[in-house]
């Protein structure tokens, strides 16, 4: 498999993503993109650094293919839900949306000036659409679950961009930030068994009736 058909499928869990309603199938989803997102440092490392993509890649494998879908998988049973319901956007909707945010990521992409990668053309645009198709699940969806979700696409967004493009700091940046994720799928996981244990549903948008 080369890079550019790797970044094609990864826009492809995006947009499966954007127009599934089905929480089981998201959570596969984003751990598909998480092996997925493994492959790519040892594909797009520099010469002499192939220990350290190793690593990368090792841990990636390890947290977004595993861990973390095994945490929501967990919390999406301690919830008792199977679909997304009633969104603040429509699944059509959303992926109309989602082919929209690939064309500006592409469009601003060829308009941002040179960056230091040569792995592919293909890495940036596919980085800024998967930021944009997180940012649309957060705001697009009432479930808590797949608000996390979004909130993983994002970060994996993040995580394209850095290994792509941060090559020479991209081992700490993105150990940092997988220890972020992880803590945040740990306290909403650990959040979403509460609610769900005092209230009938996750809804994201009847969680302000904790103020009272």
Do not use: C
């Not at 929480?23 to 440092?41: D, S």
């Not at 930021?131 to 969806?141: K, N």
């Not at 993105?174 to 992880?182: C, M, Q, R």
């Amino acid at each position: 498999m080369n890079i550019e058909l790797l970044l094609v499928l990864i826009v492809l869990t995006n947009l499966r993503l954007l127009a599934s309603g089905r929480l089981g199938a998201a959570i596969r989803t984003v751990a598909l993109q998480g092996v997925l997102l493994a492959a790519l440092p040892l594909m797009a490392h520099e010469p002499g650094h192939f220990w350290r993509a190793g690593a990368l890649a090792l841990g990636t494998m390890a947290l977004k293919g595993i861990v973390f879908p095994w945490l929501l998988f967990r919390a999406l049973r301690e919830a008792d839900v199977e679909r997304e319901v009633n969104p603040y956007v429509g699944y059509f909707t959303s992926l109309l949306a989602g082919v929209l945010g690939l064309a500006v990521a592409l469009r601003l992409s060829a308009r941002l000036p040179g960056l230091p990668t040569t792995a592919s053309p293909l890495l940036v645009p596919v980085a800024v659409f998967s930021i944009l198709a997180g940012l649309l699940l957060i705001v697009g969806r009432r479930r808590a679950v797949s608000q996390v979700l979004g909130f993983l696409v994002l970060e994996n967004g993040v995580y394209t961009f850095g290994v792509g493009v941060m090559r020479e700091v991209s081992l700490l940046v993105e150990v940092a930030v997988l220890l972020d994720v992880l803590v945040a799928v740990f306290v909403m996981g650990i959040a979403l068994f509460h609610i769900n244990r005092e209230f009938d549903h996750i809804d994201a948008d009847r969680l302000s009736s904790l103020k009272d």
